[in-house]
């Protein structure tokens, strides 16, 4: 059973940068496509971005393009966002998970809180 740790979140103020991890127990390697999750307070989780096993095709929700860049270390069994120029509205809890999900595999998330 493959657990994921996100971790990396914090307070940051708009504009600024984060960097999120997520670490597996077990090889990632098998999923081909792996991606990134959030939930704000009183809001359904949302896809943000997706990428394949190699890199060659990722995916963003309309909200980040542009802001957001998500890349994957197979040989280390994990699974970054960078997080730029980031705003009041990105404030939630970050998950990573398969894509399409596997909900036995939602971690405990990270809390990303963008505020002045």
């Known amino acids: 059973q493959v657990q994921f740790v996100e971790s990396g979140g914090g307070l940051v103020q708009p504009g600024g940068s984060l960097r999120l991890s997520c670490a597996a127990s077990?090889?990632?390697?098998?999923?081909?496509?792996m991606g990134w999750y959030r939930q704000a307070p009183g809001k359904e989780r949302e896809l943000v971005a997706t990428?394949?096993?190699?890199?060659?095709?990722?995916t963003y929700a309309d909200s980040v393009k542009g802001r957001f860049s998500i890349f994957r270390d197979n040989a280390k069994n994990t699974l970054y966002l960078q997080m730029n120029s980031l705003k009041p509205e990105d404030t939630a809890v970050y998950y990573c998970?398969?894509?399409?999900?596997?909900?036995?595999?939602w971690g405990q998330g990270t809390q990303v809180t963008v505020s002045s």
């Open positions: 990428t394949t096993l190699n890199g060659d095709s990722t």
């Open positions: 077990g090889s990632i390697f098998s999923f081909y496509v």
């Open positions: 998970n398969t894509r399409p999900l596997i909900p036995t595999f």
